[in-house]
């Protein structure tokens, strides 16, 4: 496979100071799956390399979905009447407990890891379901597409309606041992990861013995945290002896290791929590559209931006409807409009750089070197054809990306690479 090639088009990313970087009718320089940087000309030492020409069309980091349920892509779109807790109940744990049959979950998944390859999302962090193979599945789909990933085999062993329940926190930690030791030898690009589903559904016992198994096996975990207000009050009844809802975690050791865990949600997370999150560096995966979905509220992102907690963006599928990140990154900065509006005057909106900085750096940074195309980075690209949404001016770049974020259901994806590895290209 050849990873040393040249992009040539309009190319737009963010510096780390959450700048827009553009490079207008630029050669960007990919040698073994990593950016030689972007240059007007091209350097000597590169001459020999094939060049791909984009024309005008825009070239952007890859987005990363820090936060997605694979087996719930199903019903994206359905059933959003209600708030989380019933809308677990009645949809999500249905669905989900349908995956313990095989042929279901390939149907399923093929589905998903189909969509998720033509989408523009490079990198994804991925709840599977409780059920080791069927989690498998979804990880050989996935390693097919050619996407870097993480993906999970959910961990419940209470409060969840017995048909779809582990047996016994025992065997929930017997088979995600497997999974781990199956993932890690059979997969390069789909990482396992550890996933209790939430505290609600897991008892301490559970979460302590997954803390054990992060740390033997250098694993990252993701779970959700400070969604729903009706939650937060179940968890406080659950653990009373926890000084927040991430305390709960906290406690179980779980948190453990800077960087390595993303907790989903965080809309009503208290001063102490937020505390807690900057301590132990733990991403925050901002799901906008499903915390619009489910009425969970809106995240105070620009209060965990300037306390720099690192934060990327989630779909949440099927807590939110589509796959798409450009759709959280343009939901993120209107949502984050109304809560400066009518919550908090002292939280300026985010904006269009920033949102691009959240979807591309902010959560690439869960994956290394990720988000950018400055030196040394993975070479992760997108190209995009905006002139269907036609007028008669003369736009610039930076007006340009404005309406790929708003209005990106126009606009075409019409080539992606991952690592230097292309995924399609028109
Ligand atoms: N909390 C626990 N499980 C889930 C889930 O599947 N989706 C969302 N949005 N929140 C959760
Ligand atoms: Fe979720």
Not at 114 to 127: C, E, G, P, Q, Y
């Amino acid at each position: 496979m050849n990873k040393n090639f040249i992009l040539k088009g309009n190319f737009v990313y963010c510096n780390e100071k959450k700048e827009l970087v553009i490079c207008e009718n630029s050669y960007g320089i990919c040698v073994d799956g990593v950016s030689g940087g972007i240059y007007k000309e091209i350097p000597e030492k590169f001459q020999n390399l094939e060049i791909i020409d984009y024309g005008n069309r825009l070239i952007l980091p890859g987005l990363v979905d820090l936060h997605v349920h694979g087996p719930q892509y199903g019903f994206r779109g359905v059933g959003f009447d209600c708030e989380l807790i019933e809308w677990l109940n009645t949809h999500t744990f249905p669905v989900e407990s349908q995956f313990g049959n095989e042929d279901y979950a390939k149907k399923a998944y093929k589905i998903f890891a189909d969509d998720l390859k033509n989408s523009a999302t490079t990198r994804a962090v991925i709840f599977g379901t409780i059920h080791e193979n069927s989690t498998r599945i979804l990880m050989e789909l996935l390693e097919e597409t050619g996407l870097k990933t993480y993906v999970g085999k959910v961990n419940m062993d209470r409060n969840a309606p017995e048909y779809y329940m582990e047996d016994s926190t025992e065997k929930s930690v017997q088979d995600t041992i497997r999974f781990i030791e199956e993932a890690q030898k059979n997969f390069k690009n789909t990482k396992p990861i550890i996933t209790p589903r939430f505290i609600p559904t897991c008892t301490d016992e559970l979460m302590k013995k997954l803390a054990e198994l992060k740390r033997k096996y250098h694993l990252p975990m993701q779970s959700h945290l400070s969604e729903n207000r009706g939650e937060i009050e179940w968890v406080k009844e659950l653990c009373p002896w926890a000084e927040c809802y991430g305390d709960a975690y906290d406690e179980c050791g779980i948190l453990e290791g800077k960087y390595s865990s993303i907790m989903a949600h965080c809309v009503s997370s208290t001063d102490e929590e937020v505390e807690l999150l900057k301590e132990r560096e733990v991403f925050v995966a901002h799901c906008p559209k499903s915390n619009l979905n489910l009425m969970s509220g809106i995240a105070p992102i620009r209060k965990y931006m300037e306390k720099e907690i690192p934060i990327g963006l989630g779909s949440d599928v099927a807590g939110g409807e589509t796959l798409s990140i450009f759709e959280e990154m343009a939901k993120a900065i209107q949502v984050s409009k109304m809560y400066w509006r009518y919550v908090d005057e002292q939280c300026r909106p985010l904006t269009v750089p920033e949102a691009l900085f959240l979807a591309t750096r902010g959560g690439g940074a869960f994956f290394g070197k990720v988000g950018s195309f400055e030196e040394g980075f993975e070479f992760d690209a997108i190209v995009i054809d905006d002139s269907q949404i036609k007028t008669q001016l003369d736009l610039t770049l930076t007006e340009r990306l404005e309406r790929i974020v708003y209005s990106s259901g126009q606009c075409k994806l019409i080539a992606k690479t991952v690592g230097g590895k292309k995924i399609f290209a028109d």
